[in-house]
């Protein structure tokens, strides 16, 4: 299986991360990769960029040492269910990621932990939800599924999560279960490195062994094809 394009990356902008923009783009074309998506932390997270950035994003040029370069955001969930980014930012973005960081968020048990994940489901520039695997904020798996399949949302495989067990709880046990929902209901995944460096950047070995170790669909991930992932991720909003 090869995956084409890691679209949850953050560079120096994030405030916690490593690389410029150029720095990843080279990192992704020396992975072979064909499509790399900056997507730096929204507010709530400490040291993260300024909203004004996203007003700026066409200047950076959309082709870097032959890699695709598009620009999305990971905007937290927060307590009420709605989005740590204002509209008028969000309109500058090619999609966003949605995910629940502790920083900006308590955990409210896993009924209304998973309600307002799904809530964030419906904003229509919401295509992917990121790294839901830590049972610090527990999900209902099947729920979250099901309503991913009703709005058009697809899953992430954070591979850097399985990488930190120690942190993630329980984080192999819940993308087993999450992706079993996932391959019952046809639910779309996408395989990210969620890199912080260049270093990290196409790191999906992690994911990849355990998609193999389940027998996970091919046909399920959307970024082993990248005419696939880009009509997913650029549609006009639904």
Known sequence: MHIVADIHTHTIASGHA??????MAQAASEK?????????HAPGVPGTTDPFYYLCLNLVPKILFG??????????ILNDGTLSLEERFMIHLNYAIAGI????YQNAGKLRNTENVISAMKHPLVKLISHRDD?????????LAKAALETGTALEL?????????????CFENYGTMLECCRRLKVPVIVS?????????GCFDPALKL???????EELILNTDEQKLLDFLLSPSR
């Open 18 to 23: 490593y690389g410029t923009i150029r720095e």
């Open 158 to 170: 954070n591979s850097s999560s399985l990488l930190k067990p120690e942190y993630r709880m329980n």
């Open 193 to 201: 490195s969620d890199a912080h460096d260049p270093s990290a950047v």
């Open 211 to 217: 998609l193999e170790s389940v027998s996970f669909p």
């Open 67 to 76: 890699v695709r370069v598009i620009h999305g955001c990971e905007i937290n």
């Open 101 to 104: 960081h502790t920083t900006c």
């Open 32 to 40: 072979k990769l064909s499509v790399l998506g900056i997507t730096e």
């Open 135 to 143: 049972d610090h904020t527990p999900l209902d798996y099947e729920m």
